[in-house]
């Protein structure tokens, strides 16, 4: 054999060899190919139901909202109702209710002083409360208690 011969047959399986790699390398992807085709169609498969329930949930959240923005304005009402009920109330009973309470006081304060004898009044000029009667402190009323117990 000469030299090109052996080049020859050497170049052959070289190529037989590569070709023998292309081959597998080709198989291969083939069937990469075929399980990402049943991946994406068994996908696709369960993707429809699920969109569908995702849809039907999206739907019922959306009517549960529209009932909840209702209740919220309902809500909204009755607390301005409440504020001006409120606002009403305190005005039209708060004034003569304080007015009746310091008359009630004045008629109080009145009574209690009704056995301490007449007021001493002075036109023009303030007159202390001891010249005058009037209300002790505190701890002058438990000394004298505490002297009457003596």
């Known amino acids: 054999m000469s030299g090109g011969e052996v080049a020859g047959i050497l170049v052959a399986v070289f190529w037989a060899i590569l070709v023998s790699f292309l081959a597998l390398a080709l198989v291969r992807l083939a069937q990469a190919l075929k399980a990402a085709t049943k991946l994406v169609a068994d996908v696709t498969d369960q993707a429809v139901p699920l ?24 809500v909204q009402e009755v607390t301005s109702n409440a504020s001006a009920l409120s606002s009403t109330v305190s005005s039209a009973f708060g004034g003569p209710l304080v007015k009746v309470a310091a008359f009630g006081y004045g008629v109080r304060r009145a009574i209690g002083r009704k056995g301490e004898g007449p007021a001493t009044v002075v036109v023009g000029k303030t007159v202390p409360a001891a010249r005058r009667g009037g209300r002790r402190s505190r701890s002058e009323d438990r000394s004298n208690n505490r002297s009457k117990k003596d």
């Open 51 to 74: 969109l569908s329930e995702a849809s039907a949930t999206v739907r019922s959240a959306n009517s549960q909202l529209a009932r909840v923005d209702s209740i919220a304005a309902d």
